[in-house]
Nanobody, 124 residues
Framework: QVQLVESGGGLVQAGGSLRLSCAASRLTFSRYAMAWFRQPPGKEREFVAAITRKDGSRYYTDSVKGRFTISRDNAKNTVFLQMNSLKPEDTAVYYC?????????????????WGQGTQVTVSS
C-alpha cells in the first residue's frame, strides 16, 4: 500500500533550522499535491504548507511565511520542508500528506494519504 515516511525531526534551539523529508512509495507522486500539517501538544492538527502537483505553486499558513519553504523532487518521490528561524511555538508532530487534487487544500479531509509523523521540538 501507499507509504509516506517522514524524517528529519528532532530537538533544536530557538532560531535554529531543521529540514524535514517525506519519501513516498507506491503512488504516482507527480499526480499528487503534497502538504505538511502539524499537531502541537494538546491542540488540533493544523495546516503548515502545500505544493501543487503541476506547477509547484506553494502555499503557507501565515505563521510560517518567510521562515519555512516547501519543495518537492518528483524524480525522488520526496517532499521537503525547510524550517528556519524556529520558534518554541513550532513544536509539534509534523505530518506529510498527499492529495489527488489539481490545486491545493489547507483542509486535512482532502488528503488521501498520511505519514506517521515526526516530532519537532524547539527549546527556548
Amino acid at each position: 500500500q501507499v507509504q509516506l515516511v517522514e524524517s528529519g525531526g528532532g530537538l533544536v534551539q530557538a532560531g535554529g533550522s531543521l529540514r524535514l523529508s517525506c519519501a513516498a512509495s507506491r503512488l504516482t507522486f507527480s499526480r499528487y499535491a503534497m502538504a505538511w500539517f502539524r499537531q502541537p501538544p494538546g491542540k488540533e492538527r493544523e495546516f503548515v504548507a502545500a505544493i501543487t502537483r503541476k506547477d509547484g505553486s506553494r502555499y503557507y499558513t501565515d505563521s510560517v511565511k518567510g521562515r519555512f519553504t516547501i519543495s518537492r523532487d518528483n524524480a525522488k518521490n520526496t517532499v521537503f520542508l525547510q524550517m528556519n528561524s524556529l520558534k518554541p511555538e513550532d513544536t509539534a508532530v509534523y505530518y506529510c500528506a498527499a492529495a489527488s487534487i489539481t490545486g491545493y487544500s489547507d483542509t486535512a479531509a482532502w488528503y488521501d494519504y498520511w505519514g506517521q509523523g515526526t516530532q519537532v521540538t524547539v527549546s527556548s
